[in-house]
DNA sequence: TGGATTAACTCAATTCAATTGAATTATCAA
DNA sequence: TTGATAATTCAATTGAATTGAGTTAATCCA
């Protein structure tokens, strides 16, 4: 489970793909771009950038989409991303279910899919997981011989940790390769993840975070998770369990913070109220209807965020936190909202470009379109490098 | 003051100006190293190694060392830094006053130098930077026209932020850009940062984490600082200012963490006993001597300092906390013995490959040390590349 | 002791993917 | 209509890597 990072020298070849990488992120960024401003932006020639758009357009990635005039000059032909010229499978293994979703090129999921986990051994995990896809291929077939790769979320931690047996982990998988596993069943390049993570590069790549290269990501999922996104990728940590935020002790009524912010937090106040929610929807009905009980337990979360929000501003001066999950999209809205933003924080600036606090995605895919996001954003995004 | 990262594209220059950099990382790394080692860790040729290793070696940075037998086959010519070849000027700019140090490639300190400051305005700083690295140059004439840059740091956080005028930070620096205003007066290049953040980089080149690509840092200065080092890499936030650990609040009986655990805090504490310490060289006195109040300090500081762990731990995963700064060498020794190490931790795992706390380097320099090892890393650290 | 084996190293030729420079095209502005 | 501007293309060049065929210096083993 520890990720070695290779270190690894240039060759024309590895430039090649980098700079194929660097193109097409820069197509996606602005939707639809010229050759000559691409040159400008990646400090390239445009006969090296036309060189490789061509390829890339050989390749099927991307589209032509007509002359933009701009003041003086040959108007620049504009050039976007083919939706079906790569395709990215997202998958999330839950304790009951696995989540599927092909996402397109541009990141637009052309197929779900939902089938009930009786057992979580790897063996019947892996089987699902081959069906799924199989599954998808034939509902999408254009899909067949252009998938660039899977992401795959399982509950966190990897490996034997402190926090393992908490609950959230899967049973039978603490000590196998599950990415190695994974690939060889479904023959795809696997990139394995948390739920918080995923989630996080999503807003990368379709959401609120595009134009953003340093973010961190507050996710309500059973429990609570953070993604931190940085120089356009994901900090991971050594062992690729960095985010575990729910577990840090906080002041207050609770011991740790997802006691007072999470799903399992909320359920555990409501059955209090005898009121027995286990959706989404019946969630979103409670607040709809301005629930007490629902009100209250919204009161301390919205504290125990703000200082979850302090922390994460602090230790990482992102641009923006992004506020995102499992949740009802007006209990999202809500805190987004009502969260106090501590004036003791780096982030609280006088000229703040971006707000301190945005919503992101909503809703029960989340995570597994977030996991597609990991394997679009490998083929979007070049490592950067410090200019000097 | 906001970074914008440059997404650049590669070309041939680049790409050897990255090898060369990555060439220069492994022989750091090793010690000593012959080609055909490298080209295997950095996936080139030894053809190609052995070209960069003549260019390196012509240009002063490299020297022979002679040939290391190992089992069959030629043995091969070791490699190592030829510490004249390059330097680093190290700054850090107190309130008080300025300290200097010169680093050779190595990372050895050749010259140090402080001098006391009267005002913090821009300009008088300036005059004084550059008169201490004038002064260096005369101390040390081989380091002229070897300079590779500098780095300075200074008191954060950087711009107008929520924890400003809290007395650490320059009166007159609020709003200049003063990366630029360096650059421009010793006319080299600049890498600015915090204390925190550059005495984490001290440990990645001269230090205990030599090994090591994510690991965080937990410095003590006035306050207390977190560097984090992510792929080798700082990771500084959207503005520089990450790593604000201090500011965090805390269950326990102090407001915040640095209340607990800083220098201000054991000085303010030692002052309720009637002792006024304001140097290392005393409070050291104080720790051998066993004084009694020190001892009730230090005992609230370690199981603050077991919560930064946490938070640390939890949020980064990383594979280290390495403890250092401006405190006595005793002081770290009994804090790396007497944390108490948090067992709800991604980090508290059966068969860590590292200690979860470690000593890193103390005294009056860490901070400046480090500002020269940002610079150092540069040299000797490519951005890695995602293998796919 | 001496040949086989192994691995590092060198030289020359080749290849890849960038840059360079000159020419062409399409639009705007006067 | 004409000149300026910027995007684009084509052909030649360049820089830095790889490839492939030797050469050298050590260990292993008969």
Known sequence: MISTPLQQGSNAERSRHRNRQAVLGQVHLAGAIGRAEIARALALTTQTVSNIIA????????????RLSAGRGQPAIQYALKPEGGYALGVEVRPDAVFAALLDLTGRAVTTERVALARTDPDIVLDHVTAVYAHALDQVPRARGRMLGAGIVMPGPFGLTGIAGMGTDLTGWQEVDAAALFSKAIELPVVLSNDANAAAMAERITGAAQEMNSYAYLYFGAGLGLGLIHGGQLVRGAYGNAGEIGHIPVPGPHAKLEDAVSRQSVQRHLLAAELDVHDIDALDQLFEQKNAALMTWLDTACDALGHAVAIVE?????????????????ILEHFVANTPLPDLSVSNRPHAPHPRLIQGASGRMTATLGAAALILNRALTAPLSHAH
Request: aromatic share 4%; hydrophobic share 40%; no cysteine.
């Open 314 to 330: 602090n230790l990482f001066d992102p641009q923006t936190v992004v506020l995102g999950g499992a949740m009802p999209n007006g």
């Open 55 to 66: 390829e890339l357009s050989d390749d099927g990635m991307l589209i032509e989409k007509g």
